[in-house]
């Protein structure tokens, strides 16, 4: 499977160890990686597409690095914005994949799947039944793990073809499937992850806070817990109505731009399908949030403090700190 075309299947502990083997140490990185890791991560705060500049090894450690940067950063928005970047580059080489490249991709990504052409009754058509041929199934299992809480109707297991454990499908819906399962795949391995130590990589965290900051004068990485636990949980599954309630309202009430807000609404996934709804949702959302005690009785998170004032204390520190 081309490193090329998905940088994110490499094992960015494998790869590392390889690069550091040859280069000696990460400090010694300083040269040609560290630019590439600095030009990705200003392509990301400028929302432009990235074009391959390295080898293929460094492209696969840079993406990982700017990504652990992000993190580390907490730039929960731009590292949003590097992953379906990421995301939608690898969307166009799947459409033009055939059905043996795209599951050498599945396998790669740890998905159970195989090929096996079956014919379904699908509708009836002027009094005679049309069947459908379906072309390669994934593990349930492995199925569920990635498409649970999807918004895509087409991919819920009650829209689905399940016979003996297995989930068949057809190549348009196995592609749709992939595309879906390409974030939560990142980030898993995103979490298993530890930043590496040193001055090149913390130079590269100051850079990342720093890009979150000119993008929108909002700290993300100053964002209470339970605010960071949200978007978190957007990006993998979906908000209720209270959640969304207490994100926006958050957001509104420290002064967040108001392009931020429908940038936030838009990476999370949370205007789509509704965008007329969220506008005027945007424009009406005015109240203060939830107190903790409003909050930890819905469930949503178990505060001890006011949401608001803890991100302006914390930002007060922090001018504090650097003056």
Not at 1 to 18: I, V
Not at 219 to 224: C, G, K, S, T, W
Not at 243 to 258: H, K, Y
Request: with cysteine; hydrophobic share 45%; charged share 30%.
């Amino acid at each position: 499977m081309s490193l090329r075309k998905f940088p994110f299947l490499a094992n960015p502990r494998e790869l590392a160890a390889g690069l550091l083997q040859r280069a000696g140490a990460l400090e010694e990185m300083a040269g040609e990686l560290a630019e590439l890791c600095k030009a990705r991560l200003e392509a990301v705060a400028k929302g432009e597409e990235w074009r391959e500049r390295g080898s293929v090894e460094e492209e696969a450690i840079s993406f990982w690095l700017v990504l652990m940067a992000l993190r580390e950063g907490g730039s929960v928005r731009l590292l949003e914005r590097a992953i379906k970047a990421e995301v939608e580059k690898a969307r166009r080489h799947i459409e033009r994949a055939e059905l043996e490249e795209l599951i050498g991709l599945a396998r790669s990504m740890g998905i159970e799947v195989k090929a096996e052409a079956i014919e379904i009754p699908w509708t009836v058509q002027g009094g005679k039944v049309v069947r459908r041929r379906l072309n390669v199934a994934v593990r349930a299992a492995s199925y569920l793990s990635y498409v649970a809480g999807t918004r895509e109707a087409a991919l819920r297991l009650t829209n689905s073809f399940l016979l003996g454990g297995w989930v068949y499908m057809d190549l348009q819906l196995f592609r749709l499937f992939l595309a879906e399962a390409l974030p939560k795949y990142i980030l898993r391995g995103l979490r298993e992850i530890e930043a590496p130590e040193g001055r090149v990589f913390s130079e590269l965290v100051r850079k990342a806070s720093a890009a979150e900051a000119r993008a929108s004068g909002v700290r993300e990485e100053l964002f209470p817990r339970c605010i960071l636990d949200l978007m978190a949980k957007a990006r993998l599954s979906s908000l209720s109505g209270d959640e969304v309630f207490v994100l926006l309202s958050f957001l509104r009430a420290i002064g967040a731009p108001r392009g931020y807000l429908e940038e936030v609404l838009r990476e999370l996934g949370l205007a789509r399908g509704r965008e007329r709804l969220v506008a005027r949702a945007l424009e009406k959302v005015s109240a203060a949030p939830y107190t903790c005690e409003e909050l930890k009785r819905r469930g949503i998170c178990s505060c001890t403090e006011n949401l608001v004032s803890e991100y302006l204390k914390a930002r007060r520190r922090r001018g504090r700190e650097r003056s």
